[in-house]
Each structure stands twice: as structure tokens, then as C-alpha cells.
């Protein structure tokens, strides 16, 4: 687990170009996955910054945001939200061809595009 906050963000920074990695080689599944693991990071350097404990071992973005009262903006937010629920599903597959037809290009194009936002927004509220 890092030492300091900063060293979260890093790790936010480098998840997040693994979910582009993972995008560009139709990876789409893992990308969903690499995308959540790095807000949570992100979040996590927040909660070790703002709170200066180790963060809990979570990967509920909305239980981060809440600890650390982050507010992000209402479209963030329902992202997020939406995000925690998506993450379940690729963390742990039932049926990866199910996930697969779930998770197509366009849908995980957005999902990248969202998650940049989110991450940029993390980045300011550090």
C-alpha cells in the first residue's frame, strides 16, 4: 500500500493508461476494470491526504467519496455510482461472453472518456 498520498495519484495515472492499454487491444472487460482501479486510488490518495490514515481496504468509490466528503458534481457522482455496480461484474465474471456483449467498444469508449473526467476532477479536489 503507498506511503503517501501522491504516490495514490501516480498509480491512478498509470491504472488509468492501463484501461486505455487494455482498450486499444479490445480488452474491453479489463478496461472497465482498470478504469474503476483508478479512481479508487485516486480517492484513496484523497482519504490518506485529507484524513492521514491508510485507507480502508474498499473498492466502494461512493463509501471513499463519502469519508472523505467529496463532493463531486451530480454527473460524476451518478458515474461513480454507476461505476461501483459495473466493477462487481468485471472484478468477478459469472460469464465472461455475457460481460463481453455487456462491455462493446463504444460503450467502453464512454466509459474511458467518463473516467478521465472523473480522475481530473479527483486531481483538483486533492
Do not use: C
Not at 472497465?32 to 491508510?54: D, P, T, W
Not at 466528503?69 to 457522482?77: F, G, N, R, Y
Not at 461513480?80 to 456483449?101: C, F, G, H
Request: no cysteine; net charge neutral.
Amino acid at each position: 500500500m503507498p506511503g503517501n498520498p501522491q504516490e495514490w495519484l501516480t498509480q491512478a495515472d498509470y491504472d488509468f493508461q492501463t484501461a486505455e492499454y487494455m482498450f486499444q487491444g479490445a480488452r474491453y472487460v479489463y478496461a472497465v476494470f482498470m478504469a474503476h482501479l483508478s479512481i479508487e486510488k485516486a480517492l484513496k490518495g484523497i482519504y490518506q491526504k485529507r484524513l492521514n490514515a491508510i485507507p480502508p481496504k474498499t473498492h466502494n468509490l461512493t463509501y471513499l467519496t463519502t469519508e472523505t466528503k467529496s463532493q463531486p458534481p451530480e454527473h460524476i457522482d451518478k458515474f461513480l455510482i454507476w461505476l461501483d455496480q459495473a466493477s462487481v461484474a468485471t472484478r468477478y465474471p459469472e460469464e465472461l461472453m455475457k460481460l463481453q456483449n455487456v462491455y462493446t467498444q463504444e460503450v467502453v469508449r464512454e466509459i474511458l472518456v467518463q473516467t478521465k473526467e472523473a480522475l481530473q476532477w479527483a486531481k483538483m479536489t486533492f
